[in-house]
């Protein structure tokens, strides 16, 4: 367990507009990650990006010192100067061995989430998996790993109160929005169309608004949120053309750039001088903070929902004790399962290493074994793979037998 480790930024350490410099575009995750991953010297990498924290989970033989996470930083983001260096280094947190094992069951489990008991991180760390290992940078550390933090998840949600009547970031902002007393009739405009805003329309549309304009790249998944919703679609890149007016703005992409710039606010909001309401859930933030500067704007994003966060926390609090005792639990049967697992891959080899020893006596007794009749070779054949057999599967008997009474222990 000793070369398990995780750096974050998380909601807890590190202002969450400046998680977003972890921010990787999707259309270029792959290779960014990739070069990551040989820079560095990581083994396995697993890459988990949510709305209040990121997380690297790696694999490797290098400690965590402040030197090695300096050219990790430099790896990830090549343009950055010492002070963002410096930045990384002062905000990051580690966790190796059992402490990385420890906090990843946390994240999944979402006591270490801006909202404690939202169930949206458990599929948000199941995907970051499935994308990492399609890209192949995880290998069978981090498969055994992210198997066995699902299943923990599962039992704290199911164990225990801590998800019980669940809120999550979405339920909070909309619960900010409806405390603005907005009419019914507000004109909405969507932008972005991924899990996030998918569900904030659903929370509206379930509440009676029904105005809507939904904008994203892919014009079919705007089309396909829109046909939801009653309302129009168009690619976003029109954005910038939309002259119907709006009320309130929900957004968030997965743009590493403002999406709403002053120049394209402007041309929105036209000669309409009252207030708006901006719903930001995206990191970092779509909307160009200069707007704020410029206009009478209700900005509603993740760092002002931290307060109804905390009061969220307080209520469960009481849940802590059962969570961490189903964790430190997993935590002692995953150290074994992975014992068992290294020892099964290193008795796979015996095969191998058996039948390259009964390769090399042929070589050696070659000519023994031309002086013998057709006979004798055969029961001398028969004699060896009966060994061979044994060989291969008394020693792996007994790995598995000590292995359980270990277990059972």
């Not at 209040?52 to 790696?58: A, C, D, G, Q």
């Not at 280094?89 to 989430?113: C, K, P, T």
């Not at 039948?355 to 006596?361: D, F, G, L, N, Q």
Request: contains cysteine; glycine residues 4%.
């Amino acid at each position: 367990m000793k070369n398990f480790k995780i750096i974050a930024f998380t909601h807890k350490t590190t202002s969450i507009n400046d998680i977003g410099k972890f921010h990787i575009d999707e259309s270029r995750l792959e290779s960014h990650l990739q070069y990551l991953k040989q820079s560095a010297n990581i083994d396995e990498l697993l890459y988990l990006s949510t709305c209040n924290r990121v997380e690297f989970v790696i694999v490797n033989q290098e400690s965590l010192t402040p030197v090695y996470l300096k050219k990790f930083f430099t790896a990830f983001n090549t343009n950055w100067t010492e002070a963002d260096l410096n930045w990384a280094l002062g905000n990051a947190q580690i966790f190796e061995g059992d402490e990385a094992l420890r906090h990843l069951f946390r994240v999944a489990s979402s006591i270490d989430s801006l909202v404690v008991g939202e169930r949206e991180i458990i599929t948000q760390v199941r995907n970051a998996f499935e994308k990492c290992n399609q890209f192949q940078l995880t290998g069978d550390l981090i498969r055994l790993a992210i198997k066995k933090t699902i299943e923990v998840a599962k039992e704290v949600y199911t164990e225990t109160a801590i998800a019980r009547n669940p809120v999550s970031v979405v339920s909070l902002a909309y619960r900010k929005l409806r405390a603005l007393n907005v009419k019914q009739s507000a004109r909405f405009l969507i932008i972005g169309s991924g899990v996030t805003n998918t569900t904030m329309a659903q929370y509206l549309k379930k509440h009676m608004f029904a105005n809507f304009t939904v904008f994203n790249r892919t014009l079919a998944n705007a089309q396909k949120l829109a046909a939801e919703l009653n309302g129009e679609a168009f690619p976003l890149n029109e954005l910038k053309n939309y002259k119907k007016g709006f009320d309130i703005i929900v957004t968030c992409t997965g743009s590493s750039e403002s999406i709403i710039t002053p120049e394209i606010y402007k041309s929105l909001v036209g000669n309409d001088t009252a207030k708006k309401v901006v719903i930001d859930l995206a990191v970092p933030n779509d909307l160009d903070p200069l707007i704020l500067n410029n206009y009478d704007v209700n900005l509603i994003a993740i760092n002002n929902l931290q307060e109804i966060a905390r009061e969220n926390l307080i209520a469960r609090e009481r849940e802590m004790a059962g969570c961490n005792e189903i964790i430190e639990k997993n935590i002692d049967d995953f150290k074994q399962l992975a014992k068992a697992r290294k020892l099964e891959l290193a008795m796979s080899e015996v095969p191998k290493k058996v039948k390259e020893i009964r390769e090399t006596a042929n070589e050696v007794f070659a000519k023994d074994l031309m002086n013998m009749d057709e006979s004798s070779k055969e029961v001398l054949n028969k004699i060896l793979s009966y060994m061979e057999k044994k060989y291969i599967s008394v020693p792996m008997k007994m790995a598995r037998e000590i292995m359980i009474g270990d277990i059972k222990k």
